[in-house]
């Protein structure tokens, strides 16, 4: 059985649509970097004794809104699920 290659889960939106590419939020590499991102972020920002600024925080927050909104607008109610309980976490 042949083996594809995924994309560079580190290119960015405009990488991957000069690539040829899935729009961003329909290409399963950049989302799955998204997601693991803010993963670790949010985990990160929960676990430190030092809170986040408010940019900062501002700045998560919306990254994770507009993932959740995505996944939702995709049909990916379980990875969605999954970004809400990230954004729980923060708060």
């Known amino acids: 059985m042949a083996m594809t290659m995924l994309k560079d889960p580190q290119l960015d939106d405009d990488d991957v649509l000069d690539r040829g590419g899935q729009a961003p939020e329909h290409d399963p590499a950049v989302l799955c970097a ?3 991102a803010l993963a670790l ?3 990160q920002a929960a676990r430190t004794r030092k809170p986040l600024s408010v940019d900062d925080f501002g700045d998560l927050h919306a990254r994770i809104t507009q993932l959740r909104s995505s996944l939702y607008a ?3 109610d379980g990875l ?3 970004v809400s309980a990230l954004e729980r976490t923060l708060f």
């Open 34 to 36: 998204r997601l693991r």
């Open 41 to 43: 972020e949010a985990h």
């Open 74 to 76: 995709q049909r990916l």
């Open 80 to 82: 969605a699920d999954y």
